[in-house]
Antibody, heavy 124, light 107 residues
């Protein structure tokens, strides 16, 4: 069964950085892209960015452009997201999600498997 | 970006009843680029429908999606206890956005 397992919750101060991991299993890692999405407390879903696991191409939302870096490690089938210069409004549950399209080359897609979520709290 | 407006915000129904959820786009979206998700409290979303009308793997037949252009609908033919949740529509025809969600609660 396809699984995406994320790292544990983090508490950070404004201005700090956080790195979240998403370890995948039971499918060919490089055959599907991975996106990160977030959900602020009591709010809806927001797409954050995408990484193409077969060529490391990335695309980020305008809301986080310049503060986010996504990377992937094919040897461990793991994707990482670093968010820098954290602000209180970055407080959210962050999800990694597998793209639905097999060997898709676009960041535009639906998401068929999701990680369990990682709560990132930004507070002084 | 395309704005998706879901209605109603909350739907109060009893088990066994039919649920009809609406998702309206601010501009036309190709059917291929519309999806629906279900989310229960404390859990990640689950893909229900892709391509506006295709059920994802393992999704029961009581869930169906329809629509075109700017108006899309998710229908749950007979609500089961596990169906009470929040439902989101998504489009990725022009950028990638989600609707604000419809909560289906027990009446």
């Amino acid at each position: 069964q396809v699984q995406l397992v994320q790292s544990a919750a983090e508490v950070k101060k404004p201005g700090a950085s956080v790195r979240i991991s998403c370890k995948t299993s039971d499918y060919t890692f490089t055959s599907y892209g991975i996106s990160w999405l977030r959900q602020a407390p009591g709010q809806g879903l927001e797409w954050v960015g995408w990484i193409a696991t077969y060529n490391y191409k990335t695309k980020y939302s305008e809301n986080v452009q310049g503060r986010v870096t996504m990377t992937s490690d094919t040897s461990t089938s793991t994707v990482y997201m670093e968010v820098r210069s954290l602000r209180p409004d970055d407080t959210a549950v962050y999800y990694c999600a597998r793209h639905h399209t097999y060997r898709g080359s676009s960041w535009l897609d639906s998401f068929d498997f999701w990680g369990q979520g990682t709560l990132v709290t930004v507070s002084s | 970006d395309i704005v998706l407006t879901q209605s109603p915000g909350t739907l109060s129904l009893s088990p066994g009843e039919r649920a009809t959820l609406s998702c309206r786009a601010s501009q036309s979206v190709d059917n291929r680029y519309v999806a629906w998700y279900k989310q229960t409290p404390g859990q990640a979303p689950t893909l229900l429908i892709y391509g506006a009308s295709f059920r994802a793997t393992g999704i029961p037949g009581r869930f169906s999606g329809s629509g075109s252009g700017t108006d899309f609908t998710l229908t749950i033919s007979r609500l089961e206890p596990e169906d009470f949740a929040v439902y989101y529509c998504q489009q990725f025809g022009d950028s990638l956005t989600f609707g604000g969600g419809t909560k289906v609660e027990i009446k």
